[in-house]
């Protein structure tokens, strides 16, 4: 359970640009519904002929995509629920999950954002299951994101549900707004760091963190 201290107007977690009904009186069948015939009309505007055989489906199989897949990391009822353990060997170095892959999708222009996540943590007593770090990049990835945001997301969470000050995360990814539109420049990346505690504090700290990467 998130500590009450950290339930503020300021949380990342709690920054949210989603209506307040977003999940009030609608089923995600009824939003597929619904997207499904918006996009219908999307792409009839496009000039496509919406009764040619490949792309009579298409809207449907996009509304699904958007509510079932990329997009399901809206809905606060599917966060992950943490596996959370008591450190009884008291392990107290960093625990670090690498390159774990990032998909997400760009709020500005709903294209791609693909990447791979690394995040650290110091245990103060707690420990989480090694698959809850990844379900955790994952579910706040599947919305619409920018990268600053998604990484401090990730960081916030998991100092919440470990009780521990001492946590941090770098992602490193391409987004196709850059790569396939405007400037199309295919080989340049993101990076984007949020440290805490002593990976902000302690430079030896930070130095390890970044050489068990591959950064350093």
């Known amino acids: 359970m998130m500590k009450e201290k950290n339930k503020n107007k300021n949380s990342i977690l709690n920054h949210s640009y989603l209506r307040k009904d977003a999940f009030c009186n609608i089923s995600d069948q009824e ?13 009839k505007v496009l000039g496509l002929n919406m009764n040619d055989d490949s792309l009579r489906l298409t809207p449907k199989r996009v509304a699904k995509m958007f509510i079932q897949e990329i997009f399901s990391g809206l809905d606060p009822k599917k966060i992950p629920k943490p596996s959370i353990f008591e450190n009884k060997y008291k392990y107290n170095q960093m625990l670090i999950e690498k390159n774990i892959t990032v998909y997400s999708t760009c709020e500005h222009h709903f294209l791609p954002i693909v990447g791979k996540a690394h995040v650290g943590y110091i245990s103060h007593g707690k420990v989480v299951g090694l698959s809850k770090i990844n379900r955790i990049v994952n579910f706040y990835a599947r919305r619409p994101q920018v990268q600053e945001r998604l990484t401090m997301q990730i960081v916030e969470y998991l100092q919440n549900i470990l009780d521990t000050k001492d946590v941090a995360c770098i992602i490193e990814a391409k987004h196709l707004c850059v790569n396939s539109r405007g400037i199309r420049d295919i080989d340049s990346t993101t990076i984007t760091t949020e440290f805490i505690g002593s990976f902000k504090e302690n430079s030896e700290v930070r130095k390890e963190f970044l050489h068990h990467i591959g950064i350093s």
């Open 31 to 43: 939003k597929i519904e619904k997207i499904e015939k918006h996009f219908f009309q999307i792409m």
